[in-house]
């Protein structure tokens, strides 16, 4: 690629046999493998996914200074991927009684649900995820561990309860009213408390400069937008201090958010999850521009998203208020 940036999705179609490097450049899509009879070895940057449909059985390398942004999905039956370089998010496992060798370190694998049966070898420190009932073996036979999909979304069911609000419910929607379907947890604020937004508003004190407010991620906006997504925000944080209640840690002992992983650590009443660059909280929040509205973690492996949805507008709140 002689250092030059492909930009969009990009596909490799070719039956010829050997080795392709892929080098010293930017492809800012998807990379889509069709090469049933090549190697593939990458030094370049993928900001992408890298989808794996083709290739020989020596197969697909990151390699050291190689670096692949999203996420790698394998629909070959009989592939190897070897990391070396830089790679942190999940791999995809979706052939159905495929044999597949992963090389590498802290490898998270998710297997799809029409995966009945599989061959896979891979380091000690994977994180296998797939439906209950699925047979995972390596290539002597040996059974490979894995945790189930289901008890991941029952996990996640369970911390949306009243019983984990740690406190008498103010500032923040109560957990009873989140819905879990799969891994993805909704909070529709139909059902927000407006007077607790309002006293949030009520609250801001000094920080409201003229109906502004400057948050501490710098931006600027109306004080009552300020104080609806505070509101938004402080739910979020209970829920994922919610995650860490419902077992004090056993089940989530680690949430990966934008590439960082954060543990838990602390005494407040809402979130406590932090690494040495701040908190789980404050860097979604300032992901988002401090309008949380949908976020996606990484929990035991697999993809959690929370939504917040019909999060109402000043206009809803003051004239329900008002009536």
């Known amino acids: 690629m002689n250092g030059q940036t492909l930009t969009g999705n990009v596909s490799i179609n070719s039956n010829t046999a050997g080795t392709l490097n892929i080098s010293s450049g930017t492809i800012t899509g ?3 493998v069709n090469a049933p009879n090549g190697h593939i070895e990458n030094t370049a940057t993928i900001n992408g996914d890298v989808i794996i449909n083709e290739v020989a059985s020596s197969t697909f390398k990151n390699a050291l200074g190689g670096t692949i942004g999203g996420n790698v999905e394998i629909n070959d039956a009989d592939a190897k991927f070897e990391n070396a370089g830089t790679f942190t998010g999940t791999i995809f496992i979706n052939k159905d009684g495929a044999n597949i060798t992963l090389v590498g370190s802290s490898f998270n694998v998710e297997v799809a649900s029409n995966v009945n049966t599989l061959t896979l070898d891979a380091p000690n420190d994977v994180t296998v995820i797939a439906k209950s009932g699925t047979s995972i073996t390596d290539s002597s036979g040996k059974n490979v561990e894995f945790i189930t999909s289901e008890a991941l979304s029952a996990y996640l069911a369970q911390a949306a309860s009243s019983a984990n609000n740690n406190g008498v419910v103010s ?3 109560d957990l009873g009213k989140l819905s879990v379907e799969g891994k ?3 909070a529709d604020f139909t059902q927000a408390d407006y007077a607790a937004i309002r006293a949030i508003y009520n609250g801001l004190g000094d920080k409201n400069v003229e109906g502004k407010v400057t948050g501490a991620d710098g931006i600027v906006k109306d004080a009552f937008d ?11 944080a ?3 201090g919610a995650l ?3 077992d004090n840690g056993v089940t989530v002992s680690k949430i990966t958010f ?3 992983d954060y543990t838990w650590n602390g005494t407040a009443k ?4 932090k690494n040495d660059d701040g908190s789980l909280v404050a860097k979604v929040t300032a992901n988002q521009g401090s309008a949380l509205r949908d976020v996606t973690l990484t929990i035991n492996g697999e993809n959690v998203n929370f939504k917040a949805v019909s999060v109402p507008s000043k206009e809803v709140i003051w004239s329900e208020l008002q009536e």
Not at 270 to 273: A, E, M, V
């Open 238 to 240: 209970r829920y994922a």
């Open 244 to 246: 860490h209640r419902v």
């Open 184 to 186: 993805t947890v909704t």
């Open 270 to 273: 809402g979130s406590n999850w």
């Open 226 to 236: 300020y104080a609806i997504d505070s509101y938004v925000m402080n739910t979020f």
């Open 258 to 260: 934008d590439g960082a």
């Open 30 to 32: 998807d990379l889509t």
């Open 171 to 173: 500032n923040w929607m």
